[in-house]
């Protein structure tokens, strides 16, 4: 059984480059601005685990927090 | 110093670790082996041209000093032989600093959405195809003058609400203060007064009539207290779109179509796989960033291990950082699907450019419609291609002839 991922975007490091709204659209959402936050609590459906990994290495603001929990 | 209106002229370049000059024309043709040197020799390192500038060398040096506010100001941000008075509004938010910046930026931020971007695509689309409507029978073409420069001046026209046809006047602006700019006060100075005229006009146009565009956008746009912007602002903001918007664009995608050119194998993997295309254009951007931007030190501190002194100017380079290859393995290869690519061609920190995604798009759409309409094409042997000198660089000149090499 793989493990649960959870994803998070740190609001203060997000500068809204929204490369990760591009790789993963359903992990993650963008408000008004442009800057990304994670869709509902960050809960990375199965199957969807690659996208969450690869978001966070995309992130030129290193913004994104992979949790495996 | 020397008279304003006189073009410096620059001695070349003999040492370039202690000398550097990013307006020599060794710079222009093929800056990677020169930006490999540097690195080898320092993160970071200084010329005495431009009355004193620092370079960054490293893309962790050069994340440092994005970040820091406190000590890089972006109240100058193009590094040139004079460093005149700093105008108020001068292109806010790019010139703006902490606390200004954030408030300037939020207020261009909604236009330049991903999903905004989406309901420009169509146009864009469409634009493409004419323009290749305009030389696809002739059997070559020079796809910087003809291509690659229209599509972003006819995507940021058609924002603002201006007429497309007046794509011309936009790029001669831009070509005087970018490129003639650096070296000859005067062509600055009357390409931003042209250009406040211009948009002085559109704005009054506007007041009796309000308009479906970025400029109304503006005008219409309030502060915290609730009171509209001063023209100073809108003007400003108008001119850091255009110049921003422009030839940016325009070389990132003559610099894809280049490569593209040189490289049958990924033209055709592109071809066979269109969705790779978005992940291409990340490498291709990563690979061939465009723009160097600048900052003016305001304070002492250390940027990786070394001293920085206030008085100086900083070329942020985020073309080098992105071939750093502490960052990036196989940094000066072009890897169409490199996987992680947290490349820094539209800045980092609070700078982030605002057009990312409208330049995103216009190079997707751009390099689709193109392979799909040429798929075979190649550098024309009898022509030249020239790269643009200073801050932003790209091909201006791309002569391709259409086909497969006999």
Redesign the interface.
Known sequence: MAERLKVYVDPDKCQGHARCKALAPDLFELDEYGNAHEAGDGTVPPGLEDKAWLAKSNCPEIAIDVIEE | MSDVSQPAAHPPVTDWVHDFDHTDPQWTDDPFPIWEELRASSPVVHTERFLGCYMPTTYEAVREIANDTEHFSSRRIIVRDVRPEVARNAAPPITSDPPVHKPAK?LL??P????AMKKLEPRMRAICNELIDGFIADGKVDAAARYSKYIPVQAIAHMLGIPESDSDLFINWIHMILELGIKDESKLLQAVQEMSAYFSAHIEERKNKPTNDLISYLMNARDKEGNPLEDSHVLGSLRLLLIAGIDTTWSAIGSSLWHLARTPADRERLIAEPALI?TAV?ELLRAYSPVTMAREVVGETTISGCPVKPGNMVLLSFPAANRDPKMFPDADKVVIDR??????A?G???H?CVG??LA?MEMQVALEEWLKRIPDFRLDPAGTVTWSQGTVRGPRQLPFLFGKAM
């Open positions: 939020q931020l909604p330049f959405t991903p999903d978005p990340e996987r992680e690519n947290r490349h820094a539209f980092l920190g609070i982030r990312s995604n995103r």
